[in-house]
T-cell receptor, first 109, second 112 residues
């Protein structure tokens, strides 16, 4: 069982639709990050959230950190084919650094 | 800058063989990590090192050993490879907590 559970695991949507990906844990994190991974590559950081209740926007992507710092969400508005990829949340406890189970997003033109 | 460099990129082993995956970073980061990623899945932490000379187990350490040779290098060793260890292995490093983790290109390992 992984520390960070993401849902949904797979998501296939039409271009222009909105979507939300969830990242949940029973543990409290001092900060939480979201990464995006392309096939054959390592994950690349999208955002870091550090304050409970924090909301960050990155163009069409909106990230929220839960008030209790146990969960986070990623919302994409008007998805584009270029958003296709594996989205991963990640959080640390002490020096350990865990990744979520991943959400594989496919945006169909 | 090279960032995080992993070698080899691909490897095929027979069951019972041993091998070492190499990882080096040139960003002077304190923390380094080894993960494995199975198809369509997230990354699972195998071992990590918070600083030179220290290593600790992660979520799935069984069947692996690690060595933090110096601040730059963190190697992962499979003493007796098993088919269940077929996976893509990623090394990562970061400065400290709450900072960005930088990844290598991955090693695709197949154990037959």
């Amino acid at each position: 069982t992984q520390l960070l559970e993401q849902s949904p695991q797979f998501l296939s949507i039409q271009e222009g639709e909105n979507l939300t990906v969830y990242c949940n844990s029973s543990s409290v994190f001092s900060s939480l990050q979201w990464y995006r991974q392309e096939p054959g590559e390592g994950p690349v950081l999208l955002v870091t959230v550090v304050t409970g209740g924090e909301v960050k926007k990155l163009k069409r992507l909106t990230f929220q950190f839960g008030d209790a710092r146990k969960d986070s969400s990623l919302h994409i508005t008007a998805a584009q084919p270029g958003d296709t990829g594996l989205y991963l949340c990640a959080g640390g406890t002490g020096n350990q650094f865990y990744f979520g189970t991943g959400t594989s997003l496919t945006v169909i033109p | 800058n090279a960032g995080v460099t992993q070698t080899p990129k691909f490897q095929v082993l027979k069951t019972g063989q041993s091998m070492t995956l190499q990882c080096a970073q040139d960003m002077n980061h304190n923390s380094m990590y080894w993960y494995r990623q199975d198809p369509g899945m997230g990354l699972r932490l195998i071992y990590y090192s918070a600083s030179e000379g220290t290593t600790d187990k992660g979520e799935v350490p069984n069947g692996y050993n690690v060595s933090r040779l110096n601040k730059r290098e963190f190697s992962l060793r499979l003493e007796s490879a098993a088919p269940s260890q077929t996976s893509v292995y990623f090394c990562a490093s970061r400065e400290d907590r709450a900072t960005e983790a930088f990844f290598g290109q991955g090693t695709r390992l197949t154990v037959v």
